[in-house]
């Protein structure tokens, strides 16, 4: 199970740290990503890390505001998200895929498991 937590309300400019914690499940084992969704819109490739923490991908809309890591040791995954903007509104899901795939980590459909998501709501 993946747990996504740390969203909350902020203003716009502020920031704020999502994490995902798994249990049952060693997270070390595979590429973790952050995807989202606002209301009314797609999900949204937001950033994904490697297994072992050597690579970041990030979509455009959050490149240079947002940062991802992860603490294999003790079994999460971090979003730093800064500069945050009311364009970031969504919920917001952690979701973890086999480390040894090629496709993109951008594609949610490689990912073969899911959080339950966090809202994280940006004022103007």
């Known amino acids: 199970q993946l747990q996504a937590c740390g969203g909350g309300l902020v203003q716009a400019g502020g920031s704020l740290r999502l994490s995902c914690a798994a249990s049952g499940r060693t997270l070390s084992s595979y590429d973790m990503g952050w995807f989202r969704r606002a209301p009314g819109k797609e999900r949204e490739f937001v950033a994904a890390i490697s297994w072992n923490g050597d690579y970041a991908f990030f979509g455009d809309s959050v490149k240079g505001r947002f940062t991802i890591s992860r603490d294999n040791a003790k079994n999460t995954v971090l979003l730093q998200m800064n500069s945050l903007k009311p364009e970031d509104t969504a919920v917001y899901y952690c979701?973890?895929?086999?480390?040894?795939?090629?496709?993109?980590?951008?594609?949610?459909?490689?990912?073969?498991?899911w959080g339950q998501g966090t809202l994280v709501t940006v004022s103007s």
């Open positions: 979701a973890a895929r086999n480390r040894l795939l090629s496709r993109s980590r951008a594609v949610p459909s490689t990912y073969d498991y």
